[in-house]
């Protein structure tokens, strides 16, 4: 069974830090393919980082110098550093990884909040 579980979110003040897990189990995963995305409320679904299948990563103009993505091979999981959050940064935060033939797989999503 595929499973991929975000994990970290909750509620923070503004110009404070969370990190975000992503676990990945079920099948044999891209070790490069893999992403943040995030859905502000009522808005869409939007890219945070990609990690290309080639290993390039895509940040989203408004996370630069905020948010770094890292991941542990390992143990299948991969993170998303946020620092600096703002209000704006309120979000469902959802992980995305490839399967090494492209599939796509993702998480349920995880609440962050922030506020005062």
């Known amino acids: 069974q595929v499973q991929v579980v975000e994990s970290g979110g909750g509620l923070v003040q503004p110009g404070g830090s969370l990190r975000l897990s992503c676990a990945a189990s079920?099948?044999?995963?891209?070790?490069?393919?893999m992403g943040w995305y995030r859905q502000p409320p009522g808005n869409q679904r939007e890219m945070v980082v990609h990690?290309?299948?080639?290993?390039?990563?895509i940040y989203a103009d408004f996370v630069k110098g905020r948010f770094t993505i890292s991941r542990d091979n390992a143990k299948n999981t991969v993170y998303l550093h946020m620092n600096s959050l703002t209000p704006e940064d309120t979000a469902v935060y959802y992980c995305?990884?490839?399967?090494?033939?492209?599939?796509?797989?993702w998480g349920q999503g995880t609440q962050v909040t922030i506020s005062s």
């Open positions: 995305a990884r490839w399967d090494t033939v492209g599939n796509i797989y």
């Open positions: 990690i290309t299948s080639g290993g390039r990563i």
């Open positions: 079920g099948i044999i995963f891209s070790p490069n393919a």
